[in-house]
């Protein structure tokens, strides 16, 4: 049943993502591609399997069919989640900085402005 | 294993990073540090190469960190491939960092210009250095956080518009590799490089499901899609020529001399060392043949890179001849070059023979190493143009024989190794690329070729004549070029013309380099030790 509410989950989070990022609007731009690398993110859990008992708990079950969850995409998702963050604050620092110097975070008005 | 060489260069540029950020308020200090820094990364290039390479038996070296064995913990691996390109790329990034040293004022370089030009290199190094998937997303990424802020450096409406177009592609480009990551490692249950050319190679040995090299395939292309935007193939080029203008001009000659380049490695690592083993079988796509032969999945990609490669060579020679400014025709050029280097691996992907395997692939690393210098030579001497006569739009320009003649000739021997004129080593690439086409008898790609080396000749001439020749205006008089920038220049134009007449050796790295892209056997062993490790 797990399975099938996240995979709803991720297909409307992607969905939600791209549309955000195909607007008009920078922040909104920033905003989906923020939520497609978290929806990235939890498509990775889900990809260490996700049957199984906890990792440190069932230690030692290496090999094995799918006996713990794997602990590994854990740690993927860890240095991905630190990347993002460090990319989100650029990208809104980014936003902040184009305001400045068009006066506007309209794309098509900054396409005009060239 | 005891080969901690492999991370000599890493540790240098990263230790370079930090010692300059610590000392940004002094700037002699920094600056000093930041070249010393350059010329230790050049040395730990040239030990680590001198390993892997001693002209003859060439070896590949792991080192695994903190001891933790292969499949498992992450690996750094040298080979002749990643010391080829490391190689090229200490020089380019040492010739940047001179150039640097006098072109960005204090102020730049208060805000952590060097350090910034450091982080990147690391990250660079650590692309070509690491033998884990997960990490080659994690190099990039380090190396991209500094080409975001290097490419919005003066932060002027230009720059900043550039810079939003290459951070929100580059960052759901992250996403979609993180996405493929993923995918690879749910299908074959591994990360490690050495480990996932293993199992792709024999898949029902280690209980990959049922025709698991499908969604390998699949999920590779969706890998590639990202390789080929960081190295600026059509059709992923449109962040190229904005964000190469806005960058400074040391920082341009970095990114299309060397971080396209780590897109290319990718694709040649990644391609033709791991997922080149697999072999395919119950796929068949329309269109073409896919051959029953032990690379099967590498001759996919054949026909998909040449169509980019052809493309970009288009695009981006065509895009060049219109050009008004010297800055966007190098970056359009850039695009096609790239076109050039990839043309010769589509062949290399589909040939019949090992032989023609091996030429095309050291097509592309001759030509790859030809457009890392003299692409940054030509990124710089338009970076000089500008600092002396404060433009570098072709109606402002002209005459510039007259008032700054080193520094044209060093232009002019950046366009004739790109075009490729003998002895320069650009003529070798091209030669190299077009004897691939011809091996195969391939009609079409060495038509795509020949169509991109006149674009080539038409634009350099364009901005030949209208940039250099002729009456100089009034701008032109009076400005004068620095004479650290020109030496800078002309510096590489005679390490353009040495590595031309000393082919030779060139040759040879670039032939051991494509025996090593193509050695999975060797590679596998190195890393995961004899007998292949754990089963």
Known sequence: MTQYVLAAVLGVLFALGTFLVLRRDVVRVVWGVTIISQSANVYLVTMGGLSGSVPILGHGGHGGEHAVTDPLVQALVLTAIVIGFGTTAFALVLTYRVYEEHGTIDLLELGDSA | ?535
């Open chain 2, 1 to 535: 294993m005891s080969q901690q060489f492999v991370v000599a260069p890493l540790l240098v540029a990263m230790l370079t990073a930090i010692a300059t950020l610590v000392t940004r308020r002094f700037d002699r200090v920094q600056v000093t540090l930041s070249l010393l820094g350059g010329l230790g990364y050049l040395g730990a290039v040239a030990w680590l190469v001198s390993k892997v390479d001693p002209l003859g038996a060439t070896e590949v070296f792991s080192y695994q960190l903190s001891g933790w064995q292969a499949p498992f913990g992450i690996t750094l691996v040298a080979d002749s491939l990643s010391a080829f390109m490391l190689a090229f790329s200490a020089v380019v990034a040492l010739a940047a960092l001179v150039f640097s040293a006098s072109y960005v004022d204090t102020y730049g370089q208060r805000v952590s210009y060097h350090p910034l030009f450091h982080f990147m290199l690391v990250g660079v190094t650590g692309s070509f250095l690491t033998g884990d998937i997960f990490n080659l997303f994690v190099w990039f990424e380090v190396m991209l956080m500094s080409s975001y802020v290097l490419v919005v450096f003066y932060s002027g409406p230009e720059h900043t518009r550039a810079a939003l177009h290459y951070v929100v592609l580059n960052l759901v480009g992250s996403a979609v590799m993180l996405l493929a990551i993923g995918g690879l490692y749910a299908t074959t249950g591994t990360l490690n490089m050495a480990d996932l050319s293993r199992r792709v190679a024999n898949p029902a040995a280690y209980g990959l499901a049922d025709g698991g090299i499908a969604p390998v395939l699949g999920l590779s292309a969706l890998l590639f899609a990202v390789f080929a935007l960081k190295a600026g193939l059509a059709p992923f080029q449109f962040w190229v020529p904005a964000a190469y203008r806005a960058a400074p001009a040391p920082v341009s000659a970095m990114l299309a001399g060397v971080v396209k380049k780590v897109g290319v490695y990718a694709i040649i690592r990644v391609y033709f060392t791991v997922f080149g083993a697999a072999a395919l079988s119950g796929v068949s796509l329309p269109g073409f043949a896919v051959p029953d032969d032990g690379s099967a999945l590498l001759a996919f990609y054949g026909p998909i890179l040449f169509v980019m490669a052809a493309a970009s060579i288009i695009v981006g020679g065509v895009g060049a001849v219109g050009r008004d400014d010297i800055d966007g025709l190098l970056a359009y050029s850039s695009i096609g070059q790239v076109g050039f280097i990839v043309l010769p691996l589509a062949i290399a992907a589909t040939a019949p023979t090992e032989e023609i395997r091996v030429l095309g692939v050291a097509a592309a690393l001759v030509y790859a190493l030809n457009h890392g210098f003299a692409k940054s030579l030509l990124f710089m001497a338009s970076g000089a143009v500008y600092d002396a006569v404060g433009s570098e739009q072709f109606p402002d320009l002209g005459g510039l024989t007259e008032t700054a003649p080193w520094l044209s000739g060093g232009f002019f021997v950046g366009a004739l190794a790109l075009i490729g004129i003998p002895p320069l080593s650009g003529f070798f690439g091209k030669m190299l690329v077009f004897d691939a086409a011809g091996r195969v008898e391939s009609w079409l790609a060495l038509g795509v070729a020949l169509f991109g080396a006149i674009l080539t000749i038409a634009y350099f001439s364009r901005a030949w004549t209208r940039g250099f020749w002729g009456d100089p205006p009034l701008l032109v008089q009076h400005g004068e070029a620095k004479f650290s920038l020109v030496a800078v220049v002309v510096a590489l134009a005679l390490a353009i013309a040495v590595l031309g007449v000393g082919f030779d050796v060139v040759m040879r790295a670039a032939e051991a380099g494509a025996h090593a892209a193509l050695d999975r056997q060797e590679y596998v062993e190195a890393v995961l030790g004899n007998g292949g490790g754990h089963a």
